[in-house]
């Protein structure tokens, strides 16, 4: 089920955050079974996802990168259709036919889910030009990437492209710092990916990506700028991938320091722990959001490893139907 437009309560998006760290946990651990090897997690990331999705109406679409479980979750996509996918299922959202890197869920809005690095700033232009040419349509375009996406030539381009056709695109930048085995400042002159977006002409806002509240803020402001003007935004959401590139990944080449500063700093205990100091959140009422996450995640991990694979016909059926 898709979100409204009315904004989520705090204890919504820490309940969004929570679900999709367990749904990545399981993964980690069906991985480590040897069942999805290659799964590229997002933990420490949940509250870019949890704020940003959660900003977006049911109209809006969503384009996004291997990273895209977040995001599919905050979206209400049903996590034992996600897990079977990626083990090849045929309940899976594309029939078991995506893996995690390629999963698409048109009735949710989510366009493409993209494992080329920038592929779906390609063709976030073309999607939100379509909605410009369809009468009635008021619906904008989200597109997910990463720093290591912005130092591609198809960044430029697709917002360039995006300044001069006066496109609705929400550009997501999630700077988790890494981009597969490099860190960001092996690649960028700069700390701020901000700095390209705003020399195109966009108007560009940074924000703490691990603060799910002001994520959410920043991102509802500035659709709702993109909805009255028509012109593309740009929002970059600094936060840190505190899991390794792929499963299974030993993060040999991290800075310990860096990391256990960056865990100090873990998303879902900051907005837990600040809704524990105001009264809105106690120890009874986060356990039974954590059984709730908990039996959610089994059912689906129960509902995935019962699902059939698809018959080799059905296959090539499908796919060349």
Same mark, same amino acid.
């Given at each position: 089920m898709q979100h409204s437009e009315q904004a989520p309560s705090?204890?919504? #998006? #820490?309940?969004? /955050? /929570?679900?999709?760290?367990? $749904?990545?946990?399981?993964?980690?651990?069906?991985?480590?079974?040897?069942?999805?090897?290659? &799964?590229? &997690?997002?933990?420490?990331?949940? %509250?870019?996802?949890?704020?940003?999705?959660?900003?977006?109406?049911?109209?809006?679409?969503?384009?996004?990168? =291997?990273?895209?479980?977040? =995001?599919?979750?905050?979206?209400?996509?049903?996590? @034992?259709?996600?897990? %079977?996918?990626?083990?090849?299922?045929?309940? @899976? $959202?594309?029939?078991?036919?995506? @893996?995690?890197? =390629?999963?698409?869920?048109?009735?949710? @809005?989510?366009? #493409?889910?993209?494992?080329?690095?920038?592929?779906?700033?390609?063709?976030?232009?073309?999607?939100? #030009? *379509?909605? &410009? /040419?369809?009468?009635?349509?008021?619906?904008?375009? *989200?597109?997910?990437?990463?720093?290591?996406? *912005?130092?591609e030539g198809v960044f430029h381009e697709s917002l360039n492209l995006a300044v001069v056709w006066k496109l609705p695109i929400l550009y997501v930048c999630e700077n988790n710092e890494w981009q597969a085995f490099v860190h960001r400042r092996e690649t960028m002159p700069m700390a701020h990916v901000r700095d390209w977006a705003a020399a195109h002409g966009l108007v560009a806002e940074t924000v703490d990506g691990n603060d799910a509240e002001a994520v959410h803020a920043a991102a509802a402001r500035l659709a709702a700028r993109i909805r009255a003007t028509g012109e593309p935004a740009f929002l970059e959401t600094l936060t840190y991938r505190t899991r390794g590139h792929y499963e299974p990944d030993d993060q040999f080449y991290v800075d310990p320091a860096e990391l256990a500063a960056w865990q100090a700093r873990d998303p879902i205990e900051l907005l837990a722990n600040r809704l524990r100091a105001d009264g809105r959140l106690d120890d009874a009422r986060l356990a039974q959001i954590r059984a709730r996450v908990r039996a959610l995640i089994d059912e689906a991990v129960a509902f995935a490893n019962a699902s059939p694979y698809p018959d080799t016909a059905e296959l090539f059926t499908d796919v060349y139907a």
């Open positions: 705090p204890l919504a #998006l #820490l309940e969004t /955050m /929570m679900l999709i760290r367990a $749904y990545e946990e399981a993964l980690v651990g069906i991985a480590a079974g040897g069942s999805a090897p290659g &799964t590229c &997690t997002s933990v420490g990331q949940e %509250a870019a996802a949890a704020g940003v999705v959660r900003a977006l109406t049911p109209r809006d679409r969503i384009l996004t990168n =291997h990273r895209s479980a977040g =995001h599919l979750l905050a979206r209400g996509a049903d996590p @034992g259709r996600m897990i %079977a996918e990626v083990l090849g299922k045929r309940t @899976g $959202y594309c029939k078991g036919k995506s @893996g995690s890197l =390629h999963i698409s869920a048109a009735e949710l @809005g989510v366009v #493409l889910t993209s494992t080329i690095v920038g592929g779906e700033l390609s063709l976030a232009p073309g999607v939100a #030009l *379509a909605r &410009t /040419m369809t009468p009635g349509d008021d619906g904008i375009v *989200a597109a997910f990437f990463g720093d290591g996406a *912005a130092c």
